[in-house]
């Protein structure tokens, strides 16, 4: 009898362990029966028919960050650069993520490798530089559309890094310095400069021309002696 017992309380913890599932927040389980997709498990507790259905695949549904590896890509005019991205993703149906796509984090990160080559190649080196926002809108929108029948809304897609060859940085800075020192030469010679120069050289005044000249203890002594005399002529007339 105690034989018997414990084996009905072991198929017992079995039956439920197999009828009760947990899902987790930010996740979604597919039920299958016989192998065959019926539904799809919410966050919460679940009960299943034991022995008859099971979960099939446990699919994350938060926003995920894939990275899309670093490539050389040869623009419009034969440069040849590096370039690499993120693109952010979120699963919208769990059962077209599960069932319609192998791999879909590979199948994503190679979808975003081949439209970043193709948008790439079709600018030159100078609109790539300068236009990364265009880039990224034409990455988002082309790569959105074709992940749309997995179940898969890609939120978000950036270059990461963009590298031109060595010889294109240096002869870019080569520029950059020769445009700076035109730009201060062209300001030294301007014709506005130079005449602020001359009037602030103009005003200026020698030293000792000032009209607001010290006089020597000798000659105020002479102007007050000769301010008494013509005041006392003054008195006396009076």
Do not use: C
């Not at 008859?52 to 926003?63: D, I, P, T, Y």
């Amino acid at each position: 009898m105690n034989i018997v017992a414990l084996v009905l309380l072991a198929l017992a913890a079995i039956i439920l362990f197999r009828a009760i599932k947990i899902v987790p927040q930010g996740r979604e389980f597919t039920v299958e029966w016989f192998g065959r997709y019926t539904r799809t498990l919410k966050p919460g507790i679940a009960f299943l028919t034991p022995f008859v259905e099971g979960v099939g695949r446990r699919v994350n549904m938060m926003e995920q960050v894939l990275d899309v590896p670093q490539q050389d890509v040869i623009t419009k005019d034969n440069v040849s650069v590096r370039v690499d991205g993120i693109v952010f993703i979120q699963v919208m149906d769990a059962a077209q993520a599960a069932y319609r796509v192998d791999n879909l984090t590979f199948a994503i990160t190679q979808l975003s490798q081949t439209n970043l080559r193709t948008v790439v190649g079709s600018m030159d080196l100078d609109e790539v530089l300068s236009q990364r926002d265009q880039i990224n809108t034409r990455l988002l929108s082309t790569i959105d559309h074709a992940t749309n029948p997995w179940g898969v809304k890609v939120t978000r897609i950036e270059i990461k890094d963009l590298v031109p060859p060595p010889d294109i940085t240096n002869a870019m800075a080569r520029q950059m310095k020769a445009a700076g020192s035109r730009w201060r030469k062209a300001g030294r010679h301007h014709p506005r400069r130079r005449r602020q120069a001359g009037r602030h050289s103009g005003s200026r005044r020698p030293p000792g021309s000032g009209l607001s000249r010290r006089r020597s203890p000798r000659a105020r002594g002479r102007s007050r002696s000769q301010g008494h005399r013509h005041g006392v002529g003054r008195h006396r007339q009076g």
